[in-house]
């Protein structure tokens, strides 16, 4: 009865538009703000629209968000042409690509941050959030504006964000177990992890897991963050004399360098590829995996779960594996954590310009990030943050073991940093990411002036 519904809705509006011959809202006036996911409008005919995305591959939303687009695609009459891929540099790099040759999507869900400067600076190529609503005055209305992750280049909103994320360090217990090692918790230390990874070297398997020539972020990030705090860690280095960020990345990184100076990752961690090093982990090679919560369901995946034909995890089997805090150094906390909302959707001046496009995006935006459709992704990932004003609850009898661990590491933290990352873009990384980080671990490269060469590049794309 639901479905029925919303199709009789959405033929409604479409005729209402074609008659109007113009636009109107996004949501009929009888429609609540929260704009419940089964209930979207269509466009004023069926039409397709490209959309890109990180949700594939193991990300712990993938299913979902092929559900999702099925439902919006049955309710509205619409297609979408999907070129989703796995977020990495080279996925980044070909998404700011994509709108240097005019090959951007219509929709799209990215990084919110400096990843998406290129493309807002001078004239936008992403609509406004503030423009759409002077379309669409519904538009992410069950949203809270100042959760909305505005651009660092204008201060404007331009993504509207569906759940958000958390850091954390998976842990594989068959290999603690097997090395005698207690699985790491709130109390940890890093000096405590460290002699961890000697007892579990000296047992014949890898403590760490870990891509440095693929995907070095997250070392990156929690080996700074050790160096600073919450409130701190976002900010980007200065060479000014004494400057905190400064040597809090020279010394972060050269925590990196020692874990593979101490043999802690594995001996082609500087070329093997993510999925190589998640393999070695899921595995039982490998005691430890640092990642995000969209990796909770490649772990069940690699437990038996089977997405597509609804078969959930074997419990027993993902009993085996947790997720827990990368243990602290120094002032930060081993509970003060990485987390927060990153990405968002983004419509662009592209699909703006075409009525038919524009309003299946702005349909698909608003069905995507509705109420209904952010408790099921939050459910996936086990994390609760979003911009919702009415907040998301969640059925924890619905949770698998692995995704109730990382509900409750996020509940537990003391306090929070966004990623550093987030605050340069593209080649600016190069130097401390891909392939300066795998530089730096060999000795190619001096850690303090790949630093001062971040900072250069940072200088010199802010012109």
Known sequence: MKKALALVLAVAMSLSLVACGGAASSTPASQPASQPADSTPAAPAPTSIRVVTTYAGTDSNAQNYKDAVAAWEKATG?????????????????????????????????????????????????????????VYPDYASNMKDDMLGASPVDGKNYSVP??????????????????GVAVPDANTTWDQFMEMCETIKGKGYTPIAASLGEIPHYWFEFCIYNFLTPATHNVLPTKDAGNVQHQAWIDGIGDIKALYEAGYLPKNTTSAKDDEMFALFTGGKAAFWLDGSWKVNGVAAACGADADNNIPADEEQLSHFTVTYVPGKNNRKTTDIIAGLSSGYFITQKAWADPDKQAAAVSFVQFMTSDEQVAKF?????????????????????????????????????????????????????????PGMANIVTGKADIAASVDEVIDLIAAAQG
């Open 78 to 134: 619409n297609t979408v042409e999907d070129a989703t891929a796995t977020s990495n540099e080279e996925f980044k790099a070909q998404v700011l690509a994509d709108f240097e040759t005019g090959s951007e999507p219509d929709v799209l869900f990215f990084f919110n941050g400096a990843d998406s400067n290129s493309f807002i600076e001078g004239t936008p190529k992403v609509v406004s959030i503030d423009e759409i609503r002077s």
């Open 162 to 179: 569906v759940n958000g994320f958390w850091e954390g360090l998976f842990v594989n217990k068959d290999v603690l177990e097997a090395c």
């Open 378 to 434: 939050c459910e996936a990932s086990g994390n609760l943050t979003t911009a919702l004003k009415a907040g998301v609850k969640v059925d924890d009898s619905k949770l698998n073991s692995l995704q109730k661990a990382g509900l409750e590491m996020s509940n537990g933290a003391t306090g929070t940093a966004g990623a550093v990352q987030d605050q340069f873009q593209g080649e600016t990384r190069n130097p401390v990411f891909v």
